[in-house]
Nanobody, 128 residues
């Protein structure tokens, strides 16, 4: 079993920055692909960013490319999402998730149904 806890959400003005963290505990961490998803009110959950177990491969949704940066520290069992140049449309609950795979194609990063464990989410609100 793996437990995931997100933190770092909050209220920020447009153009500002936030850094989300996802702390994992339980089973071995380093061999998991990890991802960030978000869900805005009235919308479906959508993929934001993903990172391979080694950290060498990352993948981003077009909407956040060049603004968000995903990273992980396997020694600390923690994944991060640095969010810069935030926009009101980035407002959502952000979730981290893990799947046990070494594959790194876009299919594995973006498919929510492949992720086995999810955190409870952290709210990000961007005011205009």
């Amino acid at each position: 079993q793996v437990q995931l806890v997100e933190s770092g959400g909050g209220l920020v003005q447009a153009g500002g920055s936030l850094r989300l963290s996802c702390a994992a505990s339980g089973r071995t961490f380093s061999r998991y692909l990890m991802g960030w998803f978000r869900q805005a009110p009235g919308k479906e959950r959508e993929f934001v960013a993903g990172i391979s177990w080694s950290g060498r491969t990352t993948y981003y949704a077009d909407s956040v490319k060049d603004r968000f940066t995903i990273s992980r520290d396997n020694a600390k069992n923690t994944m991060y999402l640095q969010m810069n140049s935030l926009k009101p449309e980035d407002t959502a609950v952000y979730y981290c998730a893990i799947q046990q795979t070494s594959r790194t194609t876009s299919y594995y990063f973006t498919s929510a149904n492949l992720y086995e464990y999810w955190g409870q989410g952290t709210q990000v609100t961007v005011s205009s």
